[in-house]
């Protein structure tokens, strides 16, 4: 897809994010799966309002997507995520058989509460470990997208933050 293609979808993305508020207290992440042009899920993260650690937006969206498709397969999909997806949604897009990943604000645009590994690009790990024919593109709208989220330097209390 042309670069153009892909900040129409990341701004469908960052709609999708912010439809619930913006606090990035509540990781307002956005991801819309598009094939053949078309977006076929839109969904954010609802780990909080659904008391579930999975429902990561990217999830939510992987399994929207998948419905009614043979084994849930998204072969020649694009997946936009607002955020570099943590190590559980690469491996969903993954298994999912998604074949482009693009997201906007990645692990050094953002504080490090959003991930799960603070020293680990799983980005960087999985490129060298599985399959070939998955692709990654990070930076779309790189300051659109981080503008979402605290920033690396900002002080965010402890008993504010995921993955601590």
């Known amino acids: 897809m042309a670069q153009h293609d892909d900040e129409t979808f990341m701004r469908r993305a960052l709609e999708v994010a912010t439809q619930a508020g913006d606090d990035p207290a509540l990781s307002p992440i956005g991801c819309v ?14 780990v909080q309002a659904r008391c579930d650690a999975t429902a990561h937006a990217e ?8 419905r009614g498709r043979d084994g849930g397969e998204l072969r020649g999909a ?5 955020l570099q997806p943590c190590g559980m949604c690469t491996m969903a897009a993954i298994w999912s058989k998604v074949g482009r990943v693009v997201y906007g604000a990645g692990r050094d ?17 999985l490129e060298d470990a599985y399959r070939e024919d998955i692709s990654f593109t990070g930076g ?20 504010e933050q995921g993955n601590v």
Do not use: K, W
């Open 33 to 46: 799966i598009v094939l053949n042009g078309q977006v076929i899920a839109a969904e954010r993260n609802h």
């Open 59 to 66: 999830i939510e969206a992987i399994r929207a997507a998948g």
């Open 78 to 82: 694009v997946l936009y995520s607002t």
């Open 109 to 125: 645009d953002v504080h490090q509460m959003y991930f799960e590994a603070r020293h680990i690009d799983t980005l960087a790990f």
């Open 140 to 159: 779309v709208l790189r300051d659109e997208c981080a503008n979402l989220y605290f920033g690396p330097d900002d002080h965010v209390p402890e008993d």
